[in-house]
């Protein structure tokens, strides 16, 4: 929900796409809404019966959810690619377990960001040929 808002209130976040470039965003979005309100029916479902070995830490969810709502500002100041690369990079850092070498955690956190990035800049960019934003610095 929080996406579609900022998808009618930002003009700027909005390239003009047509043809085969449509397809795959308008795709994702009716993708992601069905996904979300199946997850939101089968959360209320199952709430009572549901017993979750290792419950969810309410400061790293609230930080997850903090830098989600960061992300997309921060899209329209760095560039689609640097934000992508950030944000992964962070959140993968927050998620890995907390056990583990730190090291460990930084450099698996930093392959996976950009990795992530290659990939999505090969798909969207090179396959598909969508824009994505510049950002307002480059």
Same mark, same amino acid.
């Given at each position: 929900?929080?996406?579609?808002?900022?998808?009618?209130?930002?003009?700027?976040?909005?390239?003009? &796409?047509?043809?085969?470039?449509?397809?795959?965003?308008?795709?994702?979005?009716?993708?992601?809404?069905?996904?979300?309100?199946? &997850?939101?029916?089968?959360?209320?479902? /199952?709430?009572?019966?549901?017993?979750?070995?290792?419950?969810?830490?309410?400061?790293?969810?609230?930080?997850?959810?903090?830098?989600?709502?960061?992300?997309?500002?921060?899209?329209?100041?760095?560039?689609?690619?640097?934000?992508?690369?950030?944000?992964?990079?962070?959140?993968?850092?927050?998620?890995?377990?907390?056990?583990? /070498?730190?090291?460990?955690?930084?450099?698996?956190?930093? &392959?996976?960001?950009?990795?992530?990035?290659?990939?999505?800049?090969?798909?969207?960019?090179?396959?598909?040929?969508?824009?994505?934003?510049?950002?307002?610095?480059?």
């Amino acid at each position: 929900i929080y996406t579609l808002s900022l998808h009618d209130a930002l003009p700027i976040y909005q390239p003009e &796409l047509d043809g085969m470039s449509l397809i795959f965003p308008r795709g994702l979005i009716i993708f992601l809404i069905c996904g979300g309100v199946y &997850l939101l029916i089968k959360s209320f479902r /199952n709430r009572a019966s549901h017993t979750d070995p290792e419950p969810a830490s309410p400061s790293r969810v609230i930080t997850i959810a903090t830098s989600s709502v960061l992300y997309v500002p921060l899209i329209i100041f760095l560039g689609f690619y640097p934000a992508t690369a950030v944000f992964l990079f962070a959140t993968a850092t927050i998620l890995a377990d907390s056990g583990g /070498n730190w090291r460990r955690r930084i450099m698996t956190s930093a &392959l996976f960001s950009g990795v992530m990035c290659v990939s999505i800049w090969l798909v969207f960019a090179k396959l598909l040929t969508v824009p994505t934003p510049a950002g307002i610095f480059l």
